[in-house]
C-alpha cells in the first residue's frame, strides 16, 4: 500500500511540476528592446496538505474525501516529492501559490513551514514566496479525524497573525520583500499581501505596470469583501512608493 501510495504521489507531483514549473523571464528596459534578464521560478500551487496522522479510514474521513475529491491520502507523499523535485532543480525562485493545506489547520502550516525551512537551507540562496489561498486562514472547516472513537472534530485553524508568524522567517523577512500591505482596520479578513522584487530588473516596470493598473482594481475591489483573501506575488511598483492594492501584481480569491 505504501509502495503504491509513493508511486502515486511521484507520478502526480512530475505531472504537477511539468506543468507548472517553468522557467519565467521578463523584459528589462523597454518592451521593444533586445536586452533581457531571466528568472528560474517554480510554482507549487493548490497543494491542499494534510498530515497523514491526522486522517484515519472513519465514515467521516471517507465523507470528507468523497465530497471533495482531493488526493488526502496522498498528500503528505506527494508535497515531499514536489519538494525534492525542487531541491534538485534549484530554482531562483519557488512560488507557492496558495491554498497550502486542506483547510486552514494550524499544525499542517506549521509542519508545512518546517519543511519550506528545511528546503531553503538545502538550497542555499533560492527565495520561497508563499502567498496563503481562501483555505489556509480563519478557514471553520479545519478538521482532525484521527480521533478515538472516529468521529471528525474541529482542528485548530490558522488566523491571519498565525500565518504570518509560521512564514515569517521564509517569506516575509526575506530582503526582496520591499514593502508590506496592511488592509483597513475592519477589512483584513485573510490578507497577507507584500511586494517583492527577486532580482534587480525583475519585473521591469516599464513592461508590467499597465498590465498591473489593468488587473489589480477587480482584485482589490474583491480583497475588502468580508471573507476574501488578498495575496501579493512578484510587484512592479516603484522606489518610495507604498504597497498598495492597486500598485502591484495582485491574486485574489473568494
Known amino acids: 500500500m505504501k509502495r503504491t501510495t509513493k508511486l502515486m504521489a511521484s507520478l502526480l507531483a512530475l505531472m504537477m511540476l511539468l506543468t507548472l514549473a517553468l522557467p519565467v523571464s521578463f523584459a528589462q528596459g523597454k518592451s521593444t528592446g533586445t536586452s533581457r534578464t531571466g528568472l528560474r521560478v517554480m510554482v507549487i500551487s493548490d497543494t ?3 498530515l497523514e496522522r491526522m486522517i484515519k479510514d472513519t465514515e467521516d474521513y471517507r465523507h470528507a474525501v468523497n465530497l471533495d475529491q482531493k488526493v488526502y491520502n ?7 516529492e514536489q519538494l525534492e523535485k525542487v531541491r534538485q532543480a534549484k530554482p531562483e525562485v519557488l512560488l507557492l501559490n496558495g491554498d497550502l493545506t486542506k483547510d486552514g489547520e494550524y499544525l499542517g502550516h ?17 527565495k520561497v514566496y508563499v502567498t496563503n489561498g481562501n483555505h489556509d486562514i480563519n ?10 472513537d472516529g468521529k471528525a472534530v474541529p482542528a485548530k485553524k490558522t488566523s491571519q497573525k498565525d500565518f504570518l508568524k509560521l512564514y515569517k522567517d521564509i517569506t516575509w523577512d526575506d530582503a526582496t520583500v520591499r ?4 488592509p483597513p482596520a475592519g477589512t483584513e479578513a485573510g490578507g497577507t499581501s507584500y511586494m517583492a522584487r527577486p532580482k534587480k530588473g525583475i519585473p521591469s516596470s516599464s513592461s508590467t505596470r499597465t498590465a498591473t493598473r489593468r488587473t489589480t482594481r477587480k482584485a482589490a475591489q474583491q480583497s475588502m ?30
Open 110 to 126: 506549521k509542519v508545512f513551514a518546517e519543511k519550506l525551512r528545511q528546503l531553503k537551507k538545502d538550497v542555499p540562496g533560492m
Open 179 to 182: 514593502e508590506v500591505y496592511t
Open 48 to 50: 491542499h496538505y494534510i
Open 225 to 254: 469583501r468580508p471573507g476574501a483573501t488578498f495575496r501579493t506575488t512578484f510587484c512592479s511598483g516603484r522606489p518610495g512608493k507604498p504597497a498598495t492594492p492597486g500598485n502591484g501584481a495582485t491574486r485574489s480569491s473568494a
Open 74 to 80: 496522498e498528500s503528505e507523499a506527494v508535497v515531499n
Open 139 to 148: 478557514n471553520s472547516d479545519a478538521q482532525e479525524f484521527n480521533t478515538k
